[in-house]
């Protein structure tokens, strides 16, 4: 992705598309749990497959609400 500022545009980095996607700003990007070191390529990768966070629990809370809805009928 590209972002334009003042006519020139350039490549959004890991953090700011991390930013876009609802993470928030603690979330680890560059290493591992074990210490690697992540290249910005596969930062990006990583991001792209994820489900941003804020679109997760709007999902869980939907199936939540409905099977509710569901239990109640019954």
Known sequence: LYRTV?????????????????????YKL???HDGRIFSKTKQVHFIGNAVPP???AH????????R???GAAA
Do not use: H
């Open 6 to 26: 003042r006519g020139s545009s350039y490549v959004l980095t890991p953090r700011e598309l991390a930013n876009a996607s609802s993470f928030p700003r603690t």
């Open 54 to 56: 804020l679109m997760g």
């Open 30 to 32: 560059d290493r591992g």
């Open 68 to 70: 509710a809805q569901l």
């Open 59 to 66: 999902v869980i809370r939907a199936q939540w609400n409905s």
